[in-house]
């Protein structure tokens, strides 16, 4: 456990601009998992969003690049890996030998620091379905070179995979095996759950789970360039190569101060340099060196210039200096008003039971469904990268008791699986297994006035949440579904990223226009049952 100052300001943060963040990002309705302060390697103040807490392993979708920047400058300070290793002659001589002109020039010249630091000019598909394409190696190689390796930069994921794979291909082990007892051990993290393909090796550049706790540690460890309570993790030699940049203004849509040093943003605002780990869907570490503090942030929410923007306006002047004291009448309401956020925000209001008799006629009864490929349990977002999809919901069952919901259900690539769910405005934790992948969903229930049975389901620690809606008719049941975000917040994502400019009125409007045309067709589809006899 990380230690943890009695108040704010006995570390020096300021709890009135910590609360003034808070409440703008809650004010644009942003979908925040967890807060945390850092400073002087304590924890200044935490605020975590119900069902959310400390302890809930967190997808950190591209955040996992800076995990592996991590390993392989563990790997360098081993002699494993030589960042001037011209990768295609030493791997990959095959491929090599089938090349011609400028795309064979290009791949002589392609090294590990061109592909660690996004500049080595191979483009990938940006949706690629990774069950369907079952060697992403290969998917890589196939790939198009499109600019001289060192001479520009283009983010892919596919380069930290590459990564990934030659750590293994050196030492023989994972990127999870390789870390355990060089990063996770020595630190107190629990090993983490890892993506990987159907060869076994770990995702790289997504799919990683931690904790908002091993996201603090990792802050840590950075800001005391490269120790973790007295022990050097990494070299501080790397330390500097890696907080080097490579590339400026690499991210124009969001901050036109960034850089990228080694799977690692850079960014100079408000005249300070700072560390920015960086992952879809919220998933942040700012690292401030010149102040020993840092901010964690985990969230379900991909507007990503509104959450570096609002973070500089509030820090780093939120950074002041140590107080021996605190006004215990401040201090009361500030703690008061982070609990706060632990009030379950979804059916806080939720009606008594009050369709007994519905209850009764359908308890225990099988439901048969039609259902499309993609309706689950889960929003498409959640498991789109998983080398085993789930989806195409099979079955159900409704089980109803005193303690509130068991929702059953079977559906591609899993057993008969149960989700109970609170039936009082409170969530149930489950931990359940789908395809390979153990997911912990927080569910709820309710009937609405309409006499519709509906289920929250909060997949907590990943972006997507959904709400299953089932209307009975008789002998038939229609299912409606809802995912939050949804994939108008991902399109414009994209669009803004991808091709560095804001989305303006004249696209968006496209992007409301298309959405949920797109989103009743792939990702909230509808499905249609009947009780079996």
């Not at 022990?231 to 036109?256: C, G, H, M, Q």
């Not at 390979?436 to 927080?442: A, K, L, R």
Request: glycine share 6%; proline share 4%; net charge neutral.
């Amino acid at each position: 456990m990380l230690e943890k100052a009695l108040f704010p300001e006995q570390v020096g943060v300021d709890s009135d601009v910590v609360t003034s963040h808070i409440k703008y990002l809650e004010s644009i309705g942003m979908r925040m998992d967890s807060y945390v302060v850092l400073r002087h390697g304590k924890v200044a103040c935490e605020c975590h969003w119900t069902p959310i807490d400390a302890k809930v392993p967190h997808d950190m979708f591209s955040l996992s690049k800076s995990i592996v920047s991590t390993a392989i400058g563990i790997a360098y300070d081993e002699g494993i890996i030589d960042l001037n290793t011209k990768i295609y002659p030493k791997y990959f001589q095959h491929k090599l030998n089938q090349m011609k002109d400028k795309q064979r020039e290009w791949a002589e010249k392609m090294t590990i620091h061109d592909v660690i630091s996004m500049r080595a000019g191979v483009v990938t598909p940006i949706i690629d379905d990774k069950e369907k394409n079952t060697d992403w190696l290969q998917a890589f190689l196939d790939s198009k070179i499109t600019f001289e390796p060192g001479t520009d930069f283009k983010y892919i994921s596919e380069n930290a995979f590459l990564l990934s794979w030659i750590i293994q291909k050196e030492t023989g082990l994972n990127l999870t095996e390789y870390l355990t007892p060089r990063l996770y051990e020595p630190m107190g993290i629990k090993v983490p759950f890892w993506e990987k393909n159907q060869q076994d090796v770990n995702a790289g550049g997504w799919g990683l789970m931690l904790t908002a706790e091993d996201l603090c540690k990792l802050a840590i460890l950075y800001l005391n360039k490269g120790e973790y309570n007295g022990k050097r993790i990494f070299s501080e030699e790397w330390y500097n190569l890696a907080t080097t940049p490579y590339t400026e203004k690499t991210y124009p849509v969001f901050t036109d101060k960034s850089e990228y040093g080694y799977q690692i943003w850079i960014d100079h605002e408000n005249d300070d340099t700072t560390y920015r780990f960086t992952g879809l869907y919220g998933q942040f570490i700012f690292m401030f060196p010149d102040y020993d503090a840092a901010v964690v942030i985990t969230a379900s929410d991909n507007r990503d210039d509104e959450s570096i923007h609002s973070l500089y306006a509030h820090y780093p002047k939120a950074f002041i200096e140590a107080k021996e004291e605190c006004n215990s009448e401040k201090l009361n309401t500030f703690n008061k008003y982070l609990d706060s956020r632990r009030i379950s925000p979804d059916f806080k209001n939720a009606s008594p039971r009050r369709n007994i008799p519905m209850e009764k006629k359908i308890n225990n009864r099988m439901i048969k469904l039609v259902s499309p490929q993609n309706l689950s349990v889960l929003g498409a977002v959640n498991y789109f990268m998983w080398r085993k999809k789930i989806g195409k919901l099979n079955d159900l069952k409704f089980n109803f008791s005193a303690d509130g919901l068991e929702f059953s259900f079977k559906e591609k690539n899993c057993g008969r699986t149960v989700i109970k769910a609170g039936m009082k405005g409170e969530y149930i934790r489950n931990v359940v297994r789908l395809a390979e992948t153990d997911v912990v969903i927080d569910a709820q229930a309710t009937w609405n006035n309409d006499g519709s049975l509906e289920l929250f389901i909060c997949p907590s620690g990943r972006p997507q949440r959904r709400r299953l809606t089932f209307v009975f008719n008789g002998n038939t049941v229609k299912v409606s579904s809802k995912t939050d975000p949804g994939y108008g917040d991902l399109a414009k994502f994209n669009i803004e990223f991808n091709f560095a400019f804001k989305v303006g009125e004249k696209i968006q409007s496209v992007i409301d226009t298309c959405a949920p045309i797109f989103e009743s067709v792939y990702s909230d589809p509808n499905a249609y049952g009947w009780f079996m006899k």
